[in-house]
């Protein structure tokens, strides 16, 4: 296969993924037509019989017969859901039960009317979204659907039949199918179908046979349905092609951009791309340019709802920033390798244009380069626009009216007194000029547009000669006459501009610094805790709100119970709205198109690993956010997911760490261990060996050394089993002491025997100072230390060396010391040595590294300290120290041993 004739890797991965992605989720099938009537409900329930025939799990979750006999006979006797009833203002309404159906969990389910939009109250607006919702459950779904209900022929629909469908489903719905079944009928049998009384009821029959039901119009819709059903299977086989890599025409790299703005025309133009980008199989997106002018409320909500359509039909939506609306999209363009720009042809007379600074579309056209355009027109209600010149273009209230016009008449009225009967009418002009140019850096442009106007007249009618009349004699004051109004009105509305601009640029930078306050806070955090108190910190200030964090428990559910931090707290219905957003990893609640009755806004967590939980963000104002704000929420929302993902990501390192920690202290224990146990195991095999064959004949002697060989090897054994006991214990916090007075000095010499044998070679020396008080401790375990130390004092001092042990008090603590004349401990051992398994480097073979560990666990376990340090002239000193409770001293006298 040459590379001409090869596929496009990306575009095979991304058919093989749109199959995968399928596979996933349940099987959705649309009986479709080309208006009510045709048969489509009828269809689904043959259809639906016959799984049940199969043995397959049917349930009806919504079907309306709307009074049609033969579709009431197909209806009865199949397995249904009962519907949710809802009031609404006092009114019963049905709807479909999703909640049941999810808990039934049939295999395949009937939902009729695809389009239909929920009661007030419902979880979703649109019935649609509950399919999809059971769909992402697994389960498969037979519905039915209208070509008129199609969003990007909606326009279209309007243009035929002259009737605006207000309920539609997203393009995309047609993507999620698996199966489209188009259920078709000629249009002199539907209206005969109509006449007959099988459609509507009488009455309405004969109003839909006048209007919608023309033949002309059934004819439109139903070539209009042939279409789409054949496109469909067109791309079904373009995908088909693709997975079985058969040679073929792909695709080109084409990219589609439309221009949003805040115009009903803006509706028209996505379902115009989005209709383009289907039959080109291409990605588009949507780009508002955000100007420094305000836009009023009633534009921020038509520019939310084009928004909102761009992103419900698949497109990606970018808002960017400029003051050049061309150049805005032509950087965006080049930036995201578009091909093709489609933009509305406003109907404007060429008094607007030029006023407007030219048309827009013409420039677009001259400076777009290899970059095709494509101008889409609408109708004149839709795009048509009132008259508004750029010097009045304004948002400024009355009182920057008022203050502009009597600023302009106290000046002028000073003037007079200052100039009245004077040739200086120039200067005159000059300070009123100034005084407009100071006012067009605190008000709006219609106020300077009024000041500018009003200056001149009363500069014509009160100073320019013949004074008191708008005649002006002198060609020269003319000139200068209008000069005045011109420079005024530019200079004024140029100051105005930059001060717009800047007011743009201040909040850009706001919300800029906002980001990047919150962002390097949570990047200087050390713990979760800390991460979720600076999120909750900046959006509550940012955006005016208060915040809840819900984050993902272990067992990979939503937590029930609000993250401290949180500065509200969610009953059991906004749970259950935050945890739809947990699960379906999408935004729900107020102002949004799942459970808009909630009183706060969810949002998931969302991380390249998962879903970490869900914001909850209760709004105190009631108006929905603007567009710049809710891009800067969801890049908020964005980067605490991320940080959230960190810190778990911190956590499972650290637990990592433990592990292999622990594997590697496993491992060591248990080649020590076994170490340990096969030396003594061996010691008692030998001797019980010698003692039990009857060939060997031992004396009294021989036996008594054999007998005392596995008495030691026991020993030994009993002292390994007891450090792993004590081990045990001290890391599982069930150690208890039993505290009572002890003699310091009885302690000492109890140890002593203890390891009497061992020390059989060495010099021992006790040292213990007079009158020491009673200590309140806990004695077996503290003799288990000292045995310990003595042990290992024994171990490493070379035969016939000293060892010492001795015991004095330093202010309000018992000292206890025990040093040997060994080897010592290298520097960096003096730390480590008393850590779980350590052996210092050259240390005599045998142990297992506990005994030392165990000492520091039970010091501590008494508030004491343990600590290691090399002596001047070789050895090793471990020195003890216990805090001393107040009890009366008595005399004791020092012993030696």
């Avoid at 009183?599 to 390249?608: D, F, I, K, N, S």
């Avoid at 710049?628 to 940080?643: G, I």
């Avoid at 505290?739 to 060495?762: A, G, P, Y």
Wanted: proline share 4%.
């Amino acid at each position: 296969m040459s590379d001409a004739d090869r596929p496009d890797p990306d575009a095979l991965l991304k058919a093989i993924q749109k199959e995968e992605a399928k596979s996933q989720r349940g099987n959705l099938k649309i009986f479709f037509g080309m208006v009510a009537g045709v048969g489509k409900t009828y269809a689904m329930l043959e259809a639906a019989r016959q799984r049940l025939a199969e043995g397959i799990d049917v349930v009806v979750g919504y079907v309306e017969t709307h009074g049609r006999a033969e579709t009431e006979e197909m209806l009865a006797g199949l397995p249904f859901i009962p519907r949710k009833r809802l009031d609404y203002r006092g009114t019963q309404l049905e709807e479909m039960d999703i909640d049941a159906i999810l808990e039934r969990a049939p295999q395949l389910v009937l939902v009729d009317e695809l389009a239909h939009t929920n009661a007030v109250g419902s979880r979703h607006p649109k019935r649609y979204q509950d399919v999809l919702e059971l769909l992402d459950a697994g389960i498969n779904v037979y519905t039915t659907l209208n070509v008129q209900h199609i969003e990007s022929r909606a326009d279209a629909v309007r243009q035929i039949t002259g009737v605006t469908v207000h309920e539609t489903v997203p393009d995309s719905i047609l993507d999620t199918a698996n199966e489209i079944e188009l259920i078709d009928l000629p249009p002199d049998e539907l209206l005969k179908r109509l006449s007959e009384g099988k459609v509507y009821t009488p009455d309405r029959a004969e109003l839909a046979a006048q209007k919608f039901f023309r033949k002309g119009n059934l004819t439109a819709l139903r070539e209009m349905s042939l279409r789409l059903t054949a496109e469909r299977v067109d791309h079904q086989l373009q995908d088909y092609m693709q997975v079985k890599q058969i040679a073929g025409p792909w695709k080109s790299g084409e990219r589609l951009m439309v221009a949003l703005s805040p115009s009903p025309l803006s509706e028209r133009l996505v379902r115009w791309t989005r209709r383009m980008a289907y039959n080109l199989e291409a990605e588009w997106l949507a780009v508002s340019v955000e100007s420094p002018i305000p836009l009023s409320d009633d534009q921020q909500q038509q520019l939310a709802k084009n928004m909102a359509l761009a992103r419900e039909l698949g497109g990606e939506v970018v808002v960017t920033a400029g003051t050049d609306i061309v150049k805005s999209l032509l950087r965006v363009a080049r930036q995201r390798n578009v091909t093709q720009i489609v933009i509305g042809k406003p109907q404007r007379d060429w008094l607007q244009e030029k006023m407007s600074g030219g048309s827009l579309v013409n420039r677009l056209v001259h400076h777009s380069g290899s970059i095709d355009v494509y101008v889409v027109t609408g109708d004149p209600m839709e795009s048509r626009q009132k008259l508004a010149l750029p010097i009045v273009r304004i948002s400024s209230n009355v009182n920057q009216y008022v203050i502009a016009s009597v600023i302009i008449v106290s000046v002028v009225i000073l003037n007079l007194v200052l100039f009245s009967g004077s040739g200086y009418y120039e200067f005159v002009g000059l300070n009123l000029l100034l005084t407009v140019l100071i006012l067009s850096a605190f008000v709006g442009r219609g106020p300077i547009f009024l000041a500018s106007t009003l200056s001149a007249i009363l500069w014509d009618l009160l100073f320019i000669p013949p004074r008191y009349t708008i005649t002006i004699s002198r060609a020269e004051d003319v000139l200068v006459f209008i000069m005045y109004f011109v420079i005024a009105l530019v200079t004024g509305n140029l100051t105005t501009r930059f001060r717009e601009q800047e007011r743009a640029a201040i909040s850009r930078e706001k919300q800029t610094n906002a980001l990047y306050t919150m962002s390097r806070e949570i990047a200087n955090t050390l713990t979760l805790d800390d991460v979720l108190n600076t999120a909750v910190q900046h959006i509550g200030q940012i955006f005016d709100a208060d915040v809840v964090m819900l984050l993902q428990e272990t067992g990979d559910g939503l937590s029930h119970a609000a993250h401290k931090a949180s500065t509200f707290l969610v009953n059991e219905k906004e749970w259950s709205v935050a945890l739809w957003a947990y699960e379906n990893g999408k935004t729900a609640g107020r102002f949004t198109d799942t459970l808009p009755s909630a009183q706060g806004q969810y949002w998931p967590l969302v991380a390249p690993s998962g879903i970490m939980g869900v914001i909850g963000i209760r709004f105190r104002s009631d108006e929905r956010l603007l567009t710049n704000k809710e891009v800067l929420l969801a890049t908020f929302v964005n980067q605490v997911s991320l940080a959230i993902e960190r810190e778990a990501f911190e956590d499972k390192l650290q637990h990592t760490a433990v592990l292999e920690e622990s594997e590697r202290l496993y491992a060591t224990l248990l080649d020590s261990i076994s170490h340990e146990l096969r030396t003594p195991l061996a010691a008692i095999r030998g001797a019980a060996s010698g003692l039990l064959d009857p060939t060997i004949r031992i004396d009294d002697t021989s036996r008594q050394t054999l007998e005392q060989d596995m008495q030691d090897a026991l020993d030994r054994l009993t002292r390994l089993v007891d450090n792993l006991l004590d081990m045990t214990r001290l890391e599982s916090g069930q150690l208890k002491l039993r505290l009572d007075w002890c003699d310091v000095t009885d302690l000492i010499n109890v140890s002593l025997q203890q390891v009497e044998k061992r020390l059989i070679n060495h010099q021992v020396i006790v040292e213990v100072a007079d009158h020491l008080p009673l200590i309140r401790l806990d004695f077996v375990l503290m003799e288990q230390v000292l045995v310990n130390l003595l042990h290992n004092a024994a171990t490493y001092a070379p035969p016939k060396t000293r060892v010492r042990i001795g015991a004095h008090t330093e202010g309000s603590e018992m000292v206890i010391t025990v040093a040997d004349r060994g080897p010592g401990l290298p520097p960096d051992s003096l730390e480590r040595v008393f850590d779980k398994f350590y052996r210092a480097p050259g240390a005599a073979t045998g142990g297992t590294g506990l005994g030392l560990s165990i000492c520091k666990g039970l010091v501590e376990a008494h508030g004491g300290t343990i600590r290691a340090e090399n002596r001047a002239n070789g050895g090793t000193r471990f020195i003890v120290r216990l805090p001393i409770a107040s009890q009366p001293e008595l005399p004791r006298e020092s012993a030696a041993v």
